[in-house]
């Protein structure tokens, strides 16, 4: 079976939806442009993963590219940084620059995990995507990050966790492959959100005690009420703003939304699951890498098949949690006390079964001093499935293959 690369954003859909019905004219057009790029790449993402390989470098060698879009909506854009190039000065490509590094250490340093692959993926991104793009993502290949609006979003590399929140969706699909759609992609959601929530504790040396488990505090502006995109902690509690609405994550399986939009609530119903791993992490203490993390990591990469449910995670966690510490263990008894937190009951004996491995790309080298990048992409279509602002238009591509201004 072949690998299915989502479109994975950080910033959920139905906060867009609620700028488009509720904000100014030009946060409309932003909302309208950060929809539309999202859709465009959905529409193409088959094509993505068999490209992945051909990038991979070497077993144990760190190997990032930053290119820079220009506020193009082209991908890769020019290259400005390789790996072992000095800092450039630009905030943005330091910080997706430095923020892979930090996640490639944490898998290879915590897990024993080269790369997203675990085969030496390359670490590509393009900073400065689109004008006013509010939003990031990894898209089957790279990671891409927009510079936000600058009225209500800030650039979205600011934060870590949420470079290693989408670095880590890389790691899902070339592992379980979590199906983006309904528990399955919730789960998905709530990987990319714990590991990137890991990545930050470890880069500031917090423990489980010490760490605000939210993800993406720092990139509303002060105009937002809000802390963050979500909470780890408190599902829920994450923002409550005029524009932007209210956080709509639920903390428990009672509250589970059932909506056809967001692949039926992938980036809502994740509270779930992020607050079950909150409380295995609260209850064992310490560094939540140590051993919550490593109890997922296994369930993620040794259990889950491709449409997992919420049970079946938590029975997949539970035996990941009896497999590596053992069935008295503190760890385990952490597990089933976490997943009861949110209303499910993780079951001894089941979530047994491993799947069969992908078999994977031996490791390509780029010819000596090049540094290949992804395959262009053509800037983003309009999407028939949201409706634009009144007399706005999205973003287009000429024949010659430049970006036209959005017509405002």
């Not at 390359?122 to 993502?137: C, E, I, M, Q, S």
């Not at 992409?377 to 591509?397: N, Q």
Request: glycine share 12%.
């Amino acid at each position: 079976m072949g690998l299915r690369p989502c479109l994975c954003t950080i910033l959920p859909p139905h906060v867009l939806r609620e700028l488009l019905r509720r904000g100014t004219p030009r946060q409309q057009d932003v909302a309208w442009r950060t929809l539309t790029v999202s859709e465009r790449f959905r529409g193409e993402r088959a094509t993505l993963t068999p490209l992945a390989a051909v990038a991979a470098t070497p077993a144990g060698r760190k190997h990032r590219t930053v290119y820079d879009a220009g506020r193009a909506w082209h991908l890769p854009g020019r290259l400005v940084r390789s790996e072992g190039d000095p800092a450039v000065g630009d905030p943005a490509t330091d910080e997706a620059y430095d923020g892979a590094g930090a996640a490639y250490d944490f898998y290879l340093e915590v897990l024993g995990r080269n790369s997203l692959d675990g085969r030496g993926l390359r670490l590509d991104a393009t900073v400065h995507y689109g004008r006013d793009y509010a939003n990031a993502f990894w898209n089957g290949r790279q990671m891409v990050y927009g510079d936000g609006d600058g009225e209500l979003f800030r650039r979205f590399t600011l934060a870590l966790d949420v470079i290693g929140h989408e670095l880590t969706h890389g790691v899902v699909q070339f592992e379980a492959d979590l199906e983006y759609e309904g528990q399955s992609g919730a789960l998905n959601e709530s990987f990319a959100d714990v590991f990137g929530s890991l990545i930050k504790q470890r880069a500031l040396g917090q423990t489980a005690e010490e760490a605000d488990w939210l993800v993406g505090a720092g990139l509303f502006t002060e105009a937002v009420r809000g802390r963050a995109l979500r909470s780890l902690k408190e599902p829920g509690t994450a923002y409550d703003d005029p524009v932007l609405g209210r956080d709509p994550q639920p903390a428990h399986v009672r509250d589970y939304v059932e909506t056809e939009e967001d692949n039926g609530g992938v980036h809502i119903n994740s509270g779930i699951p992020n607050k079950a791993f909150y409380e295995v992490a609260a209850r064992l203490g310490g560094f939540a890498w140590e051993r919550a993390g490593r109890i997922w990591y296994q369930a993620l990469t040794e259990r889950l098949s491709r449409r997992a449910t919420f049970q079946e995670a938590a029975d997949a966690t539970l035996a990941a949690a009896v497999e590596l510490y053992g069935l008295r263990s503190p760890e385990a008894q952490a597990v089933r006390e976490g997943w009861a937190a949110v209303g499910i009951r993780a079951r001894r004996g089941l979530g047994r079964g491993r799947r069969r491995r992908r078999p994977r790309a031996a490791p390509v080298t780029p010819p000596a001093g090049r540094a290949r990048g992804p395959a262009r992409t053509p800037g983003p279509a309009r999407a028939g499935s949201v409706t634009p602002p009144a007399g706005r238009t999205s973003p287009t591509t000429t024949a010659a293959g430049s970006a036209d201004r959005a017509k405002l």
